[in-house]
């Protein structure tokens, strides 16, 4: 294929440690002659690309789901994080006053059995008189992550546990992160045979202001002693309620992904067993949840985003969810496979929480959540990137079996790969993840060309360009990765799945890049890689058309052509074009056999590109390197067209049935 010369000059610059694509461009390139594509659009010649091909991982990383998409604003709510012996660190938790005027620590009173610590707030200073509390009071309060963004006109559910051993004059305050501007406030006021056991109280706080960089506060001048528990803030804006940041859902949503992997990668092993995910633990009543440190990734989670919430996220975007379940398997310790029924019978358990009518057993506690109709869950991964360990193969025998016979119809996903050798054990796909360099990338476009064409289907569950090809998301990395996509849909009767990872980042917790999303408490943006992936959000469930390139002397085009309906009686002719080279390429695309017209008044080219291949977006400039959409009034069957230097261009022919006069 034409990017071998492309692909062998990188590399060589590569090896002299220089390598960019700016670099690779010399070479005899001014002879060059307008690269042609050949298309055989005819429906014989048509393939039909797997409805799932292109969907989404997400993985809790880079404080993506606390403090990202889950939309809880108060961090370590359940003063949890800080571990279950006490007095414990209540970080991100201060205090408001010093030692004269309050004390605060943690003991193990909470009325949650899985969450014992509560915070104990005795309040030292008087209502009046020398020892007299500061006006505002004194007490607790929260930054949330990395200060939390309450907008004006905006509404807040407060919710937090309570109990003292007196009446009770509490002030519940949203306020800049120095405690000066009140941005909403409410008060709690009690007695003691109110609030002597534990008491849950709900606030609503409306903001009569924007602060980006805001904290919830707890505060009294009454002397006293309050515990609280379970403290949070939850914007009422959520996706349909869910508990998903609006902005970020609709940026996940906008990449149409046909199915949802979830919730790791690493985080589903943990670099311990001890703190692996588990999802028992991350279902039910979010203030009974005990929440966990994520010790791959180094934070702690309160798990509101549990394993009922992916489902219902998979739901949300009409994506299929794949449930990834740890094989009994950490980065650093193993359960022998004669010791696996426990989990075995754990994961069972899960696939009848998800499916299970809501008279069965744990059908029963997603109905109780709100979800009596079983969730469409038809994937299970056992483990991640495990395949080398010691036990993997025998524990997921026993977890295969198991699933097998009590829920036939489940495609089970292997860690083992197929691509370059028959495996030793049964599996519906294979999970592949592709991490290298640019020139990498790029050649692992034809990874799956020779690859057997029977057995289990290949789902890249993680690919991304890194190190210094991909920086923080580069437009280089962007066009390599869509030259693997292209040779994904070409193989597309092998590759059955693919998702780039990781999806999400907190600008403020960069734990691995590049990311295809980051954001902050309030403003987001997509990196090169979420513009490209926009490319194939079509494909999907499309058929794709056998291209031959001819005189594509410069050697760097990758191309793929596609048929898609957009709805019912719309439907586009896509060519997608990838030119890794830093000089403007001329292409001439001509498409046989089409069973329909071109209409090129409503068709359109799109492109991906910028001044130099290693341009990124940030938040000053978050559309530097964005698809630009464009009419393209001389699309036709027979096209010339120019294809810009580093980009990424497709070509949607709007298709018009036959008349019997055409
Ligand atoms: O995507 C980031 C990490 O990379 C994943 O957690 C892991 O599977 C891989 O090593």
Not at 283 to 305: A, C, K, M, Q
Request: charged share 20%; net charge negative.
């Amino acid at each position: 294929m034409g990017f071998y010369k492309a692909y062998s000059c990188l590399l060589l610059y590569s090896l002299l440690g220089v390598c960019t694509l700016r670099h690779c461009c010399g070479f005899g390139l001014e002879d060059d002659q307008p690269a042609t594509l050949l298309i055989d659009a005819s429906p014989q010649s048509a393939k039909k690309i797997p409805d799932t091909l292109f969907g989404i991982f997400f993985e809790e990383i880079n404080h993506a789901g606390a403090g990202g998409l889950w939309a809880e604003l108060v961090s370590n709510r359940g003063f949890e994080a800080g571990g279950p012996n006490t007095p414990s660190n209540i970080d991100p938790w201060s205090i408001i006053g010093n030692e004269s005027s309050v004390i605060v620590s943690t003991d193990r009173s909470s009325c949650f059995e899985l969450n014992k610590v509560a915070l104990k707030m005795e309040v030292v200073c008087d209502n009046e008189g020398p020892n007299a509390c500061p006006p505002d009071g004194v007490g607790i309060y929260n930054p949330g992550f990395w200060g939390m963004n309450i907008q004006e006109g905006k509404t807040y559910k407060v919710i937090l546990y309570i109990r003292s051993l007196g009446p009770v004059n509490i002030s519940v305050s949203l306020t800049s992160s120095d405690g000066l501007q009140t941005l909403a406030s409410s008060r709690i006021q009690a007695t003691y045979f109110e609030v002597s056991n534990w008491k849950r109280i709900e606030l609503i706080l409306v903001s009569k202001a924007t602060n980006k960089d805001s904290r919830i506060q707890l505060t009294s001048n009454a002397k006293g002693i309050i515990w609280f528990d379970q403290v949070s803030v939850m914007p009422l804006d959520t996706y349909k309620g869910h508990g998903f940041r609006q902005d970020l859902f609709e940026m996940l949503a906008d990449l149409k992904p046909r199915f949802l992997r979830f919730p790791g990668g690493s985080y589903v092993e943990g670099s311990w067993l001890s703190n692996a995910f588990r999802w028992k633990p991350t279902i039910g009543p979010w203030e009974e949840r005990s929440g966990h440190f994520n010790d791959v990734w180094n934070y702690w989670t309160d798990d509101g985003l549990g394993y009922f919430e992916f489902l219902q996220l998979a739901e949300d975007l009409g994506a299929t969810p794949v449930w990834v379940f740890n094989s009994g398997i950490s980065h650093n310790d193993e359960i022998d496979t004669l010791d696996i029924s426990s989990f075995v019978k754990d994961l069972l358990d899960s696939i009848e929480f998800a499916r299970g009518s809501s008279s069965s057993t744990w059908g029963s506690v997603r109905a109780a959540m709100g979800h009596p109709k079983p969730f469409d869950l038809k994937y299970v991964a056992i483990g991640n990137q495990d395949c080398s360990k010691k036990n993997y193969i025998g524990n997921y025998n026993k977890f295969y079996s198991a699933l097998k016979t009590a829920y036939p119809d489940i495609n089970v996903i292997t860690n083992c790969d197929a691509s370059s050798g028959r495996l030793d054990h049964p599996a519906d796909l294979y999970d592949l993840h592709v991490y290298t360099s640019a020139n990498g990338m790029i050649s692992m476009a034809h990874h799956f060309d020779h690859t057997p064409r029977v057995g289990p289907k290949a789902f890249v569950s993680e690919y991304a360009v890194t190190g210094r090809d991909a920086g923080r998301g580069s437009l280089l990395a962007a066009l390599a990765q869509a030259a693997f996509l292209i040779g994904l849909e070409v193989n597309s009767d092998v590759v059955e799945m693919a998702s780039n990872a990781p999806l999400l980042v907190n600008d403020n917790d960069w734990r691995f890049t590049p990311d295809a999303i980051v954001f902050n408490s309030w403003q987001l943006y997509g990196t090169p890689t979420y513009w490209m992936q926009q490319f194939f959000t079509e494909s999907s469930g499309a058929v794709i058309f056998p291209i031959k390139m001819v005189s594509n002397p410069s050697n760097s085009l990758v191309a793929s052509a596609i048929k898609w309906r957009c709805s019912e009686d719309e439907i586009y002719f896509r060519v997608k074009v990838v030119n890794v080279l830093a000089k403007t390429v001329s292409v001439k695309i001509s498409v046989t056999g089409l069973d329909a017209s071109v209409n090129p008044l409503m068709s359109f080219k799109t492109v991906l590109t910028s001044i130099n291949p290693m341009d990124e977006n940030s938040f000053g400039e978050p559309e530097k390197v964005t698809a630009k959409e464009m009419s393209f009034p001389s699309a036709s069957t027979e096209m010339n067209a120019l294809l810009p230097a580093h980009s990424l261009t497709s070509f949607d022919l709007f298709l018009a049935p036959l008349t019997s006069a055409s």
